[in-house]
């Protein structure tokens, strides 16, 4: 598959969501603009790395400008569900998930 790129800018909208019952959960990414929705399906390890490079990324933030104003942790749960069109652009596929993953063990 030739490289793909979507550009929104500016990002008006991005959040995560699963779909389905446990062990039979489909993860998924979306990005909207002002004019499009993008959403791309994920494996469940990548949502988590994603979710934890975010942590770092605003603990260091907070860290290197302690002079801000603390984050509002409260969100809008309803809001952060994926909107329609849930058919995914493509998949996110990951050779190397495959590696991180010891035998045996079910992430779904």
């Known amino acids: ?3 793909q ?4 800018d500016p990002v008006l909208h991005i959040t995560a969501d699963a779909i389905g019952q446990p ?3 489909v993860f998924y990414i979306q ?3 002002s004019e499009t929705v993008i959403t791309l399906l994920v494996e469940k390890i990548q949502l988590q790395s994603l979710v934890t490079g975010i942590q770092q990324f605003l603990k260091e933030i907070e860290e290197k400008f302690p002079q801000q104003a603390p984050m509002d ?6 809001g952060m569900h994926i909107q329609p069109p849930v058919d995914p652009l493509f998949r996110r596929w ?8 010891p ?3 079910d992430f779904a």
């Open 1 to 3: 598959m030739p490289n």
């Open 5 to 8: 790129e979507v550009e929104l």
């Open 23 to 25: 062990g039979q959960r």
């Open 31 to 33: 990005g909207q603009s």
């Open 73 to 78: 942790g409260g969100f809008d749960e309803m």
């Open 94 to 101: 990951a050779k190397w998930v495959w590696h991180m993953m």
């Open 103 to 105: 035998n045996g063990i």
